[in-house]
Nanobody, 122 residues
Framework: VQLQASGGGLVQAGGSLRLSCAASGTHFSSYDMGWFRQAPGKERKFVAAINFSGVTANYADSVQGRFTISRDNFENMVYLQMSLLKPEDTGVYFC????????????????WGQGTQVTVSS
């Protein structure tokens, strides 16, 4: 599966953004999906994950209650709705696909998109 993330941009603290991840290829609906982010000079970290059917979602503590992950298996899309953004949410956001494994382990994800930049100003 090939992934293309979009929707990043510059936003003020307290604002909102919605990231999109378009998937192409076969068997998208069989993959669990995740979002990760990487701040400048820091390691890539888990943000949110959703299972193949869209029933189960998991979040990093830092975004719980502010971010919502969703998917549309008919359109082969995954979304990350981000609200109440903070400067510490700044980074490059990546969508990724996995077929099993722990949802918050980078190594569990086999397919990655190119990333989209999110910058939150204070």
């Amino acid at each position: 599966v090939q992934l293309q993330a979009s929707g990043g941009g510059l936003v003020q603290a307290g604002g909102s953004l919605r990231l999109s991840c378009a998937a192409s290829g076969t068997h998208f609906s069989s993959y669990d999906m995740g979002w990760f982010r990487q701040a400048p000079g820091k390691e890539r970290k888990f943000v949110a994950a959703i299972n193949f059917s869209g029933v189960t979602a998991n979040y990093a503590d830092s975004v719980q209650g502010r971010f919502t992950i969703s998917r549309d298996n008919f359109e082969n899309m995954v979304y990350l709705q981000m609200s109440l953004l903070k400067p510490e949410d700044t980074g490059v956001y990546f969508c990724a696909a996995r077929a099993g494994g722990n949802y918050d382990y980078i190594s569990a994800y086999r397919h990655w998109g190119q990333g989209t930049q999110v910058t939150v100003s204070s």
